[in-house]
């Protein structure tokens, strides 16, 4: 009963192979994330989904699309992956109460081009 | 240009001790102010917030502490123990202004010595 899951946790890929990472929350939230997580640990949002609608877009390659097909599924689509592209990419899930918001994580999907 | 500064970039602390991290801002419009636990090979996942009305809130053994007019917060940890090693990231977030989205500090990691 995980409430953020992402697949697959590991991907190796070779430069300039498109992959997809899958993400999927139980929790009934409105919003979805993803970020990007250095080798020195940074954390950077990349996208915002609300209710299936894009709310941020970060300047990130165009390479990189992300698709909602429902308010529970943020999946993320890169073409023709580059050495930088290597790192950890985290699945989000948010609930706001009021001013606050409160951030749950999937486990990540460390991605590793060769 | 780094919004949110942290310091240290790593921290050693011996069991039963203060672990103490400080994390600093430059937008005033900042409204929301979390810290995120991460474990290796986990997601971050929200440990404590506050928001600028008040100047400390404190649960279990994690206190945070705010200044407003510094621009300053930071966390503390007390009598820290060997589960609380992990890397610890503060955040801000403008509510409904054009950084509405959470900024993450660079993170500490904490080693808790036995």
């Known amino acids: 009963d995980t409430a953020v899951s992402q697949t697959p946790k590991y991907l190796v890929t070779q430069m300039g192979n498109d992959k997809s990472i899958k993400c999927e929350q139980n929790?009934?939230?409105?919003?979805m994330y993803w970020y990007k997580q250095d080798s020195k640990k940074f954390l950077k949002i990349m996208f915002s989904?609300?209710?299936?609608?894009?709310?941020i877009n970060e300047t990130v390659p165009n390479r990189f699309s992300p698709k909602s097909p429902d308010k529970a599924h943020l999946n993320l689509h890169i073409n023709s992956l580059e050495l930088g592209d290597s790192a950890v990419y985290f699945c989000a899930s948010s609930l706001q109460h009021g001013l606050n918001e409160k951030l749950f994580f999937g486990s990540g999907t460390q991605l590793s081009v060769l | 240009q780094q919004q949110v500064k942290q310091s240290p970039q790593s921290l050693i602390v011996q069991k039963g001790g203060i672990s103490i991290i400080n994390c600093a801002y430059e937008n005033t419009a900042f409204d929301y102010f979390p810290w995120y636990q991460q474990f290796p090979g986990k997601g971050p996942a929200l440990l404590i917030a506050i928001r600028p009305d008040v100047s400390e809130k404190k649960e279990g053994r994690f206190t945070i502490s705010f200044n407003k007019s510094a621009k300053q917060f930071s966390l503390h940890i007390m009598d820290s123990q060997p589960g609380d090693s992990a890397t610890y990231f503060c955040?801000?977030?403008?509510?409904?202004?054009?950084?509405?989205?959470?900024?993450f500090g660079t993170g500490t990691l904490l080693a808790v010595q036995p």
């Open positions: 955040a801000a977030r403008n509510y409904g202004g054009a950084t509405n989205k959470l900024i």
């Open positions: 929790l009934g939230h409105d919003t």
């Open positions: 989904y609300n209710n299936k609608e894009l709310i």
